[in-house]
């Protein structure tokens, strides 16, 4: 039987990582207590090499995936994991994304008792809830890291093959704002250890059929294969693009790309001096964000610049790009020290993903800015924690129009089903509909957010966490801005009381929310433009 070409047996092994990393997600979902996790998808698999750079991932969250391999090589450079061990962290100086990101990371050896080290299999989950001075543990008025909630340095959750559920939960209940749901974080973990150890067994079950070095040799070509592939991206571009965008604050976001090639190819710099100082706020975003948002981008213009190649977010991808962030910004603070001084991120993960994202694409002139936040809405009490992001349009670009009523970019959740909402929290959904006419004109119209409408039916705290309440997301090459969004709490006696993007509130039973999230910039000149203008 003749060989197969190469190029065969690397789509095949590609797949085969690719199967593995979905099977932890079906595990991890199945297996879920909450609903942020089992019904909204608030998760991400992935399988690294042993080097713990990022192979392969499930179509999941790209905020969470291209932070996982910085994480690994952080984690394991700070403990030694030996076989039977799994460590997990949310400590944003250590790869994390923010404090209800809570990453389990597991290596995997040949054999359950040792052998060469074939990689490692990662997952991380949002959990609604983990402490912290407001209900869902992303209180918009934060500081400081520790007011949002449990700070867990890697720490083994299982050691040698033996669970310390225990010393997890007295980390989860200690410190000045402790969760208010342990039980539901600790069967979550269960859940994402059970996604970790189907992950585990399947490398090793691939190792085993395959042979150690066909694993270490398609991780390592898929790599070679990714780096081929935005080498290609990036010959055609040369010279120097910049771009800048402001937070709604106005902290600005700055970004300098040089293309060019030396003696081993194409090189790209992507450099964001000049950007804003370490926010006093929680708009801060760790290094491992950054890097999502750059990976995320750059497989954005692989895409762009040959549709038919298909490579995951696999750190190759990185090879020949060099990011460069500047000190002591909100792109890179300082996180050593202890937690009480360090700065708040939660914001960071979230809302300076997608402003980064917005930033790129401008630079790269890959399309108009789409929503550009996850316009997150999070309400409780002492009791429970409810977290959802909503959707909203996306930017148009060369041949295509936006879409509406979607999530974007770093973001890739569900919204809870309705159902479920009003049978497990205190609310009503009274109306969740395209908002009409939000995107921005154009040859190509960018996509339209929606409205939506949550009744509460008991006191609770609210918090709103979003971006373009100020900036209008920008069209490109005459394209038209998409609408801003907005938020309004319409109270029982007809009054209304308008909230910032960034806002808490103490709402009573019987008061609305009203929110109307961004559609997207247009692509080009309208010609209903044209005839307005001859």
């Known amino acids: 039987m003749p060989a197969r070409p190469v190029e065969v047996e690397l789509a095949l092994f590609t797949h085969r990582f690719a199967a593995i990393a979905a099977e932890m997600g079906e595990m991890l979902q199945r297996t879920a207590l909450s609903t942020n996790v089992r019904d909204r998808l608030d998760f991400s698999c992935a399988l690294l090499d042993r080097e713990g750079r990022l192979v392969v991932n499930a179509p999941h969250i790209p905020v969470h995936l291209g932070a996982l391999g910085l994480c690994v090589r952080k984690v394991a450079a700070h403990l030694e994991m030996r076989p039977g061990d799994t460590v997990v962290t949310n400590h944003p100086g250590f790869g994390g994304s923010h404090l209800p990101d809570i990453t389990v990371i597991t290596p995997v050896f040949q054999f359950p008792e040792g052998g060469e080290l074939l990689g490692y299999v990662a997952n991380r989950c949002h959990h609604a809830e983990i ?4 209900s869902g543990s992303m209180p918009p008025s934060a500081r400081f890291l520790v007011e949002e909630g449990v700070v867990l340095e890697p720490l083994h959750l299982v050691r040698g093959g033996e669970a310390r559920w225990e010393d997890v939960r007295e980390r989860l209940t200690s410190g000045p704002w402790p969760s208010r749901t342990p039980d539901e974080n600790l069967a979550d973990l269960h859940a994402a250890l059970a996604a970790n150890l189907r992950g585990v067994e399947g490398l090793r079950q691939l190792a085993a059929q395959h042979g150690l070095e066909s694993v270490h040799h398609y991780m390592d070509a898929l790599r070679r294969d990714a780096t081929r592939k935005i080498s290609m991206a990036l010959s055609g571009l040369r010279g120097s693009f910049c771009a800048e965008q402001c937070l709604d604050d106005g902290t600005l976001l700055r970004l300098a790309v040089e293309c060019g090639e030396d003696q081993d190819g194409p090189r790209c710099v992507i450099d964001f001096e000049g950007s804003g100082d370490v926010h006093p706020g929680n708009l801060n975003a760790t290094p491992a964000i950054v890097r999502s ?9 692989v895409a762009r610049r040959s549709p038919d190649a298909d490579v995951p977010l696999n750190e190759g991808l990185f090879e020949p790009v060099e990011l460069r962030l500047p000190g002591s ?11 009480e001084g360090l700065p708040a991120v939660v914001g960071g993960n979230v809302e300076t993903s997608q402003r980064v994202v917005d930033t790129l694409l401008h630079a790269f002139d890959l399309g108009a800015c789409s929503q550009g936040t996850m316009n997150n809405v999070l309400f409780g009490d002492d009791t429970f924690g409810y977290y959802e992001t909503v959707c909203g349009g996306t930017g148009a670009g060369d041949g ?17 089903d309705p159902e479920i909402l009003e049978q497990r929290y205190p609310v009503r959904l009274e109306e969740f509909a395209i908002r009409h006419g939000s995107g921005g004109d154009g040859h190509h119209r960018g996509g339209d957010g929606v409205v939506r409408r949550l009744r509460f ?24 801005p998409g609408t801003k969004g907005r938020q309004i709490l319409v109270h029982p006696d007809g009054s209304e009381t308008r909230l910032a993007g960034i806002s808490q ?3 009573r039973a019987g008061d609305l929310l009203v929110l109307e999230t961004p559609g997207g910039g247009g692509w080009g000149r309208s010609s209903r433009h044209d005839e307005r203008v001859r």
């Open 293 to 301: 948002a750059v990976l995320y981008v750059l497989r954005l213009l």
């Open 457 to 480: 039916l008991r006191d609770v705290e609210l918090s709103i966490l979003s971006q373009h309440r100020v900036e209008q997301p920008y069209g490109l090459h005459g394209g038209g």
């Open 131 to 134: 402490g912290g001075i407001r």
């Open 505 to 507: 509130a103490d709402v």
């Open 400 to 416: 295509f129009d936006g879409t509406s009523a979607v999530h974007s970019h770093m973001t890739n959740t569900r919204i809870t």
């Open 329 to 339: 910004s909100l792109l890179s603070p300082d996180f050593s020290g202890p937690a």
